[in-house]
């Protein structure tokens, strides 16, 4: 009965995934779509003696460590304001959990009109309210537009951190912090003493996999950069989009996408060893 | 400092930090509803309203006309037919395979569906370049089948995976008497498992719908003869276009379908992702 699934799932992962392993040792004639010969490790090392690809690594293991924290920290704060009681609190959940609903790539055309540089909100805000003397071009220089890239795939992430962790908050035996609080322990040392560390098991492979989606990021980088500029917002993911269908150099491509993988595979092989397993959509 | 001090203190902190959060997370999107409906001339001067007195419907009326250069509502039509057809395509395939994780005892089963949803956490264009390969030497590149078949297989684990969360939780009891009684596992699929999953199967719908729906690099790269169009890439095409409120429209039209199912299906979505496996 798992046979349909299967097969369909066997067909478009396991064969792509030798045939991209294949690729990676080869050198691929795009026009009569065959491979050429065999390359050995010439893909590999091509792209290790690449100074664009050896920065596309590090910018995204930055990215992804980025997001990974950010999304974490700040939906724990969220997620703790959203455990007390207050007026209006449904209100702001459902704020909060909004983006959600916000596909990819429109979340791309959002921040890019929020950065845009002669109409962009951020501009009249930040301007408004004295902090910038005049609009600034937020994706003109590769440093700062990684960033606001990082804030468009935050803003998306919270909503599921914060009910992840709001999940986790309301599963805490409530009368051991009641007792503490009676036996005189300030906000801060239950915080610190009990609460982190309770909380850790959920944050630590939560933050995982926010670094694990953040491998994934494509829609919002290439509606507001398309990678630059010069090469500044360019993640391992967009450079293998980039080799593979703008170079259509398909080996070099593949190698990449191998690097990739295992970057990627590291960090869901340690989830899969913390043993909490989640699936989120984004 | 006393209790009720320190009780105050708290309450200032946490009005602040709602105040704070909502204007956050809401102003993005509240801004592009905004440029959405506001004329160009006003969205660029650059003193706009944040409050506006009127409301400025155009920008939708001009992305919505037939043969407009940014084809949101051929998009829109071709992004709901193929989104129905992926959904479906996925339910038929996944619900077998839910019920046989579920229910049969399998050696290594659990790794089988391990690996599965793992793979969906792996970044798509690893399966792209290959998929790009076949697909042209199969010559149905820029074709619904190219799309629906790629969908399908990017969603299929998860599908999987949702299902079987469902199934698992179905008194076996019921199963165990209809086999007593003398129907065959096919029966007992169709006529018990079947009809008491409707709610798996619904959620199942909707988050194949979605995930199809926003789908937007499988797009780009196997629609590249530009023969078919997607609503993403519609929306994307609008970037090129200058027209900043056209461009909001077009993201807002993107939006609003998913947005009105998350918001129909809010519990049974974060049911299914929260509470998760229960195994």
Request: charged fraction near 15%.
């Amino acid at each position: 009965m798992m046979a349909p699934a299967l097969v369909i799932v066997l067909a478009i992962y396991l064969y792509p995934a030798i045939f991209t392993m294949v690729l990676s040792f080869s050198h691929f004639d795009i026009v009569r779509l065959r491979l050429d010969r065999f390359a050995g490790l010439d893909n590999y090392l091509d792209l290790f003696s690449n100074p664009a690809f050896l920065n596309a690594t590090l910018r995204t293991v930055y990215f992804g460590c980025l997001i990974a924290l950010s999304a974490t920290i700040l939906g724990f704060l969220i997620a703790l304001l959203l455990d007390r009681k207050f007026y209006g609190r449904a209100i702001v959940r459902v704020v909060v959990v909004l983006p959600w609903a916000v596909p990819p790539v429109v979340s791309g055309v959002l921040w890019g009109q929020m950065f845009h540089a002669d109409i962009g909100f951020v501009n009249a805000v930040l301007e408004r309210l004295g902090l910038i003397d005049r609009y600034q071009i937020w994706l003109g220089d590769g440093w700062t537009a990684l960033h606001v890239i990082a804030v468009a795939e935050i803003w998306k992430a919270i909503p599921f951190t914060v009910l992840f962790i709001l999940a986790g908050l309301q599963s805490l035996p409530r009368h051991v912090f009641e007792s503490a609080a009676v036996d005189g322990a300030s906000i801060g040392q239950s915080f610190r003493d009990m609460l982190l560390p309770l909380m850790m098991p959920i944050l630590i492979p939560l933050a995982l996999v926010q670094f694990v989606w953040a491998m994934k990021a494509f829609d919002t980088i290439f509606v507001l950069t398309r990678g630059g500029p010069a090469g500044g917002t360019t993640t391992l993911n967009y450079f293998v989009y980039n080799e593979a269908f703008q170079a259509f150099d398909l080996g070099s491509a593949s190698a990449a996408a191998y690097v990739l993988l295992l970057v990627t595979l590291c960090v869901v092989l340690l989830i899969s060893v913390l043993r909490r397993f989640v699936v989120p959509i984004q | 400092m006393t209790r009720s001090k320190q009780a105050l203190i708290l309450n200032v902190l946490t009005y602040t930090a709602a105040v704070v959060v909502v204007l956050l997370m809401a102003f993005p999107l509240y801004g592009l509803f905004l440029t959405s409906l506001q004329p160009e001339s006003v969205i660029r001067s650059r003193d706009m309203q944040f409050f506006p007195d009127s409301i400025y419907l155009e920008h939708f009326r001009e992305v919505l006309r037939p043969g407009h250069i940014v084809p949101i509502r051929e998009g829109m039509w071709n992004s709901l037919i193929l989104s129905m057809t992926t959904a479906l395509v996925c339910l038929v395939a996944a619900l077998p395979a839910a019920y046989a994780f579920s229910r049969l005892r399998l050696p290594g089963r659990r790794i089988i569906l391990g690996t599965l949803v793992s793979v969906y956490f792996l970044p798509t264009t690893l399966f792209l370049i290959p998929m790009f390969v076949l697909f042209v030497s199969w010559n149905i590149n820029d074709t619904f089948l190219s799309l629906v078949l790629a969908y399908s297989g990017f969603i299929l684990p998860f599908e999987i995976w949702v299902l079987k969360a469902f199934i698992d939780k179905l008194p076996l009891e019921v199963e165990d008497a209809a086999r007593v009684d003398g129907c065959t596992d096919l029966q007992v699929m169709l006529k018990i498992v079947l009809p008491m999953v409707r709610p798996g199967i619904l959620a199942g719908f909707v988050f194949a719908f979605i995930l199809s729906w926003i789908e937007f690099l499988t797009p780009l790269i196997f629609t590249a003869d530009l023969k078919i169009t997607t609503v993403a890439l519609g929306l994307f095409r609008s970037t090129i276009d200058i027209k900043i409120g056209q461009q909001a429209a077009a993201a807002v039209l993107t939006l609003l379908p998913v947005a009105v199912l998350m918001l129909v299906f809010q519990n049974l979505i974060t049911r299914v992702l929260l509470t998760g496996d229960e195994n």
